[in-house]
């Protein structure tokens, strides 16, 4: 019988593969949470989704807010395992040091340790015994997944993602997924491709599905290409098998179904569309670029520029910096910025000068200026063209709905334009 201690160190591994479905099979963690399960990848998806559970069960009431201490613990593990966030992604969300990070994180991991143990314990594994034995039936695991598809688009928050580095960081998984096919993976990935807008977890799924199947219609020692390229101003995905094996893409013929179905759900979520070609032997999926908005951030102390840069990152916003009113008009004349979030309180030239010079000139008097200032002179910022005034500190949530304000603002204003 494992000890209590080794079991906290098994859940703790299991988080760190959440996606790992290969390792997940094998866990030791399936044998003592999972009976019954049988099928290719079946213990992993129901060890996965018994994980995921035991994680949901640390959400605190509706009625807590978000950012109260009390969600800390749920919301460091969903985004650490379920969102794939790294540490310091984490603590500049949650606002925290990264001593405070282990500490809380330890503390999440040991309770939903002790969650699944007391189940173990108390001899109270039914549910998961039943799910698992649905499993086996084809109607029930469908029902299982669809819910799992659901979870998925749910909870991933749509973001501005390179996919290119995406995949580069699930390199070393595809690469020991495809060493236990025994079947050999090219990927060939264009660089500093554009930036698409998706969830960072749903994306993910898709690789990992798209390439699975892949891998499942070739033969040992066959070749599985997965490529990743601009064109026609979208970013195209291809997953290509060589060296197919007629009488395996028979045999799973019913998984095949399920875990394309499953990648084609996933991708229309995200605005995309995926397509079978060449007879099954591959997979084309084509995903939207991100309609991003320039943000032009004048502010001369640097510390707020990287803070609004953190705000912005991940919501369709480029943030370019300015540290003094000459270089702002330079950049807001080259660039042409959605909006413009001009400091005040600026050495030499100041806010208010660089406001008026911004709205004087032809060809940025029109582009809306956003004043985030500590001094409360809302009034006088409006009076000299502001679109907008905030008072410092400013939370992302405020700068976030400002910004949303005045680029529908803007974008109206141009529509009402006669041509």
């Known amino acids: ?183 050999e993976l090219r990927l060939e990935v264009l660089e500093a491709l554009p930036l698409i807008h998706a969830g960072h977890t749903v994306l993910r799924q898709i690789l990992l599905n798209v390439l699975s199947q892949g891998l499942k219609w070739a033969s040992p020692e066959g070749m599985v290409t997965l490529a990743a390229a601009e064109s026609g101003g979208q970013v195209i995905v291809e997953v290509i098998a060589e060296g197919i094996a007629p009488d395996r893409c028979r045999e799973r013929e019913g998984e095949e179904a399920s875990s394309l179905i499953v990648a084609q759900r996933l991708v229309e979520s995200q605005g995309g569309q995926m397509q079978l070609l060449g007879d099954k032997r591959a997979i084309h999926i084509i995903l939207p670029i991100a309609d991003m908005r320039t943000v032009l951030v004048v502010d001369d102390n640097e510390d707020i520029i990287r803070l609004f840069w953190r705000y912005l990152n991940g919501h369709g916003y480029q943030v370019v910096g300015a540290q003094n009113s000459e270089e702002a008009l330079r950049l807001a004349l080259k660039l042409q910025p959605q909006v413009i979030t001009l400091d005040v309180m600026m050495p030499n030239r100041d806010g208010w000068e660089a406001l008026q010079t911004l709205k004087n000139h032809p060809f940025t008097c029109d582009i809306p200026v956003l004043v985030c200032s500590i001094l409360d002179e809302p009034d006088l910022a409006f009076s000299l063209g502001a679109w907008g005034f905030l008072r410092k500190p400013i939370s992302q949530e405020e700068l976030l709905a400002a910004l949303e304000r005045l680029c529908t603002s803007a974008d109206s204003e141009v529509q009402r334009r006669p041509g």
């Open 1 to 183: 019988m494992m000890l209590e201690s080794e079991f906290t160190d098994q859940v703790k591994d299991a988080l760190s593969h959440l996606y790992d479905y290969m390792y997940l099979q094998t866990h030791p963690l399936a044998d003592f949470l999972i009976t019954n399960a049988t099928g290719d990848g079946i213990r992993a998806k129901m060890l996965r989704q018994i994980l995921l559970q035991a994680i949901e069960e640390l959400k605190p009431e509706a009625d807590i807010p978000v950012r109260s201490p009390e969600w800390r613990g749920y919301r460091i593990l969903y985004q650490r395992y379920v969102e794939g966030l790294d540490t310091e992604e984490i603590t500049a969300e949650l606002a925290i040091s990264r001593s405070q990070f282990y500490r809380e994180h330890r503390k999440a991991v040991d309770a939903v340790a002790a969650l699944l143990w007391d189940r173990i314990s108390q001899s109270s594994m039914l549910e998961e015994e039943e799910q698992s034995q649905e499993a086996d039936s084809g109607e029930a695991f469908e029902d299982l997944i669809q819910a799992e598809i659901e979870r998925l688009i749910l909870h991933s928050t749509k973001e501005t993602l390179a996919l290119d580095q995406v995949i580069e960081s699930m390199r070393g998984l595809f690469l020991q997924f495809a060493a236990t096919k025994e079947v």
